[in-house]
């Protein structure tokens, strides 16, 4: 059986001498592993299509509950993703989420179309690639059911003004009259961040920079993931 599916690849592992599996997160399958056969041989034509951050058309065979590529067409490999640090982490910080939330042969199109923006803005849109990263991770948060809710206070739904609080296991945020010990108190800088990335209004370095570091708190708490990526990234 052969079947034609649009994906981007996850990451690559060695196999045997010359060959090569990937994890390819398709927009019709959800995540699938595919083996890439010769692709460590000088001129290997499918070579490309080994790489993490190819985002192809593939052309797949199975036998046997074994899916084998056997042919890609590229539609963007995000090369400027390379040649920059920051890019570089931020997208692969991308891809480090989808490899930890997308299941396997579940489907998520909001998903697929949501990191493969993020890759297009942070591989060459204007905007900080720190920025890109957040606004990806606020959305993908939401479709994986994990969305924060920033819009008031989670409780009693007035503004928050001054000091504020963040749930990290309902993903909200509180007042200081209805805090009542669940959850930390957080800088009111890092709130304002995040409600600027939600409403698309321009952010300083310094605010993405506070935004991501409550995203990694968030995941690493709600979710018991580690994106290496991201601390890398925050690192710098
Ligand atoms: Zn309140």
Redesign the pocket.
Known sequence: MEEKLTGLVLSKTDYGENDKIIKIFTLEKGTVSASLKGVKKAGAKLKFASEPFCFAEFLISERAGRRTVTGASLNDSFYPVREDVTKFFAAGAVLEFVRRFAKEDITSPELFFSAIEALKNIAYGGVSPRRALCAFLISALKIIGYALNTD???????E?KSRVFFDAFSGGF??????NGEGREINHATYVALKKIEEKEETTEEENLFALRLLDFYVKTKAEEKINSLQELLKL
Request: hydrophobic fraction near 35%; include cysteine; charge should be negative.
């Open positions: 008031e206070c989670f409780v009693c739904g007035n928050i509180l007042c200081e009259n209805c805090f």
